[in-house]
T-cell receptor, first 114, second 110 residues
Framework: DTAVSQTPKYLVTQMGNDKSIKCEQN?????MYWYKQDSKKFLKIMFS???????INETVPNRFSPKSPDKAHLNLHINSLELGDSAVYFC?????????????FGEGSWLTVV | EDQVTQSPEALRLQEGESSSLNCSYT??????LFWYRQDPGKGPEFLFT???AGEEKEKERLKATLTKKESFLHITAPKPEDSATYLC???????????FGTGTSLTVIP
């Protein structure tokens, strides 16, 4: 019954590999996000999609590519993983993009690059 | 530059010892201020939204208030289960995106 679900929860991989994190929301929301949380708990937005269209694309290396097949799914693909990519990645959604819309987060995906 | 600062970084309280967490912000065109609770190994869980100065919201032992430059999360008679990291986020005018603070890690000791 999870509202925003993402898989895998834990991912350990070697430098240079390519990996994907999948996200699905069953809230009927129009907007989905990817956030990155570093070791100091700082949450920073990476991407925002509204109805499958890219709205926000912060200064993220182009090794990170989001894909939204429909408005309930937003996957994150990462090429050529680097040590500095180790972090927790949160998928989130909100009813719409705009004023006063609460963002609801998934449980996170812990990525460790070795 | 838009900024959100939370203090203290960490707070240890005895059970029943009330206190407040602070979130100060410098953004142009505040659209909303949000409080979240994050437990270890979990995603942030939504607590409150405040939209204008003077507004207050309450939920169990938590009460959030908002002024033009900061928000407080007051915790009354906390219990050990209130231990978590509390995150503040502001939604600013220009792109309506969220800016998060780095959180306050609260530990309530029985």
């Amino acid at each position: 019954d999870t509202a925003v679900s993402q898989t895998p929860k834990y991912l350990v991989t070697q430098m240079g590999n390519d990996k994907s994190i999948k996200c699905e929301q069953n809230l009927g929301h129009d907007t989905m996000y990817w956030y990155k949380q570093d070791s100091k708990k700082f949450l920073k937005i990476m991407f925002s999609y509204n109805n499958k269209e890219l709205i926000i694309n912060e200064t993220v290396p182009n090794r990170f590519s989001p894909k939204s097949p429909d408005k309930a799914h937003l996957n994150l693909h990462i090429n050529s993983l680097e040590l500095g990519d180790s972090a927790v990645y949160f998928c989130a959604s909100s009813p719409q993009q705009g004023w006063g819309n609460t963002i609801y987060f998934g449980e996170g995906s812990w990525l460790t690059v070795v | 530059e838009d900024q959100v600062t939370q203090s203290p970084e960490a707070l240890r309280l005895q059970e029943g010892e009330s206190s407040s967490l602070n979130c100060s912000y410098t953004v142009s065109g505040l659209r909303g201020l949000f409080w979240y609770r994050q437990d270890p190994g979990k995603g942030p869980e939504f607590l409150f939204t405040l939209y204008s100065a003077g507004e207050e919201k309450e939920k169990e032992r938590l009460k959030a208030t908002l002024t033009k430059k900061e928000s407080f999360l007051h915790i009354t008679a906390p219990k050990p289960e209130d231990s978590a990291t509390y995150l503040c986020a502001v939604q600013a005018n220009l792109r309506n995106q969220f800016y998060f603070g780095t959180g306050t890690s609260l530990t309530v000791i029985p």
